[in-house]
């Protein structure tokens, strides 16, 4: 078999964009722009969406369980970073945020023979639940074409797109989740740079769920600690 040479930077995204300079090829996404947007806009013809069971809004009274968001890089176990990101650190990368109380995001990525990974988990909250549901349904009207996640927070949604420059494939998934003043955001993408294809859609919205569903559990248990 024929050998390549690696990439020269994976440059983590501040947008973000990750870019893989010896393959002229540029990988960019968005859960950190700010726009209430949390993930890739398909190109025309090759959006893929996954739907699921709907479960009704949260209408609770206005309240404010989180006060600040948690250490995002402890959202996830070694063992699940391992899994959904084979090669990467599990001690992850934190973002630069104008105002850690409210908004923390953290990154792993790494390239693993041809497979690329990327995943990041972001802690956003809000003053109120009620300021929160509204986010939350800004964020779903933007990434339209998906489905709810029953069983994930107050609310949840997943979307799932594929998106081909210059021929390579990334198929990126995105879920958001809402937990009483406290959204979750999950981004999970992926390519083969070999055979220039994504991985399945069932692969990678199976990990932006599994993501998320841990980085909700350690949202609730950072808080008791602090």
């Given at each position: 078999?024929?050998?390549?040479?690696?990439?020269?930077?994976?440059?983590?995204?501040l947008s973000p964009v990750a870019v893989l300079a010896t393959l002229g090829w540029a990988l960019s996404s968005g859960p950190l722009s700010s726009a209430p947007t949390a993930g890739a806009q398909s190109s025309p013809g090759k959006t893929e969406t996954t739907t699921q069971s709907t479960?009704?809004?949260?209408?609770?009274?206005?309240?404010?369980?989180?006060?600040?968001?948690?250490?995002?890089?402890?959202?996830?176990?070694?063992?699940?970073?391992?899994?959904?990101?084979?090669g990467a650190k599990a001690a992850g990368r934190e973002i630069p945020s104008t105002d850690?109380?409210?908004?923390?995001?953290?990154?792993?990525?790494?390239?693993?023979?041809?497979?690329?990974?990327?995943?990041?988990?972001?802690?956003?909250?809000?003053?109120?639940?009620?300021e929160a549901h509204q986010s939350y349904m800004d964020r779903v009207k933007e990434k339209s074409g998906g489905g709810p996640v029953p069983g994930l927070g107050n609310e949840a949604y997943s979307v799932v797109n594929l998106t081909t420059e210059d021929k390579q494939q990334t198929r990126e998934?995105?879920?958001?989740?809402?937990?009483?003043?406290?959204?979750?955001?999950?981004?999970?993408n992926g390519s083969d740079f070999e055979t220039k294809k994504a991985?399945?859609?069932?692969?990678?919205?199976?990990?932006?769920?599994?993501?998320?569903?841990?980085?909700?559990?350690?949202?609730?248990?950072?808080?008791?600690?602090?």
């Open positions: 078999m024929r050998t390549f040479s690696l990439p020269l930077a994976l440059t983590a995204r479960s009704a809004p949260s209408t609770s009274a206005v309240s404010k369980t989180y006060a600040t968001a948690p250490a995002p890089c402890k959202g996830l176990s070694e063992k699940t970073i391992t899994s959904l990101v084979p850690t109380t409210v908004r923390r995001t953290c990154s792993w990525n790494a390239l693993k023979g041809y497979d690329y990974r990327w995943l990041d988990i972001t802690y956003d909250l809000a003053d109120s639940a009620d998934g995105v879920v958001v989740a809402r937990t009483d003043n406290a959204l979750v955001i999950v981004t999970y991985p399945g859609t069932d692969e990678i919205n199976k990990g932006a769920i599994k993501a998320a569903k841990e980085a909700v559990a350690s949202l609730a248990n950072q808080s008791k600690g602090q």
